[in-house]
């Protein structure tokens, strides 16, 4: 049986290094006044758990104000999914109504004299935001078993992602198309523009010299 799991294992091993799971753990500098975004490019109906926090410049005393941060949330579409206002930390949830790049933004009001905040940030989609000791505590279920369900949820997703790629691609595919289609007709355009200009410069050489008695047919 062990000897199953760990072919499973290296079989999803594999898949992670040509489908990787969403996973964005970070730790970026926020200059007061700027805004930065960060974007996920998440599939429909896929899980999304986020957390950040402003790292405290002076430890073991509160946050000061000029360091709090605003961070807001939103799907490709515009609708809103979380919203902090002058914080020091919090977290997010929510499951993607829509495919798509889904950004997380965060500003800090301006301050003088300017300084630098400094933001921890992790974000996690797909199995990967799937908290698995909470489903053990759940489920009162053995460590293999547990193994067994995390390879098979990873098996899922990356099948889910094979699927959503592949969809992704035929959209690039029409769109090629139709830029093609496209530069097809304008070039065409630009040709048939060229050829007039071109025959109008010839007509009008050949009057000015027909005026001026310099061509006689």
């Known amino acids: 049986m062990s000897g199953f799991i760990m072919n499973l294992r290296l079989i999803v091993t594999i898949g992670l290094v040509i489908f990787p799971m969403s996973a964005c753990s970070m730790r970026f500098d926020l ?10 490019d998440i599939m429909s109906n896929a899980m999304s758990v986020g957390k950040y926090s402003v790292v405290d410049p002076n430890e073991g005393f509160p ?25 020091e930390a919090g977290n997010f949830a929510f499951t993607g109504a829509e495919p798509g790049d889904y950004t997380a933004c965060f500003w800090a009001p301006d301050h003088k004299p300017p300084v630098t905040v400094v933001v921890d940030f992790d974000w996690r989609t797909g199995v990967a935001a799937i908290d698995w ?3 053990a505590k759940k489920g009162q279920i053995e460590e293999m078993e547990l193994e067994l369900k995390k390879l098979h949820a990873t098996v899922v997703s990356i099948h889910d ?4 790629l592949r969809e992704r691609e035929e959209e690039m595919q029409l769109l090629n198309r139709a830029t093609n289609s496209k530069m097809a ?15 109008l410069q010839l ?7 027909e005026r001026k008695k310099l061509l006689w047919i």
């Open 31 to 40: 200059r007061l006044g700027a805004i930065k975004c960060i974007s996920e």
């Open 63 to 87: 946050v000061p104000d000029s360091h709090k941060i605003t961070v807001r949330v939103n799907s490709p579409h515009g609708v809103k999914h979380h919203h902090g206002d002058h914080v």
């Open 133 to 135: 000791s909470n489903v």
């Open 161 to 164: 992602e094979m699927f959503y």
């Open 185 to 199: 007709t304008f070039s065409f355009l630009s040709l048939v523009v060229c050829l007039s200009v071109a025959g």
């Open 203 to 209: 007509w009008h050489l050949k009057t000015f010299f």
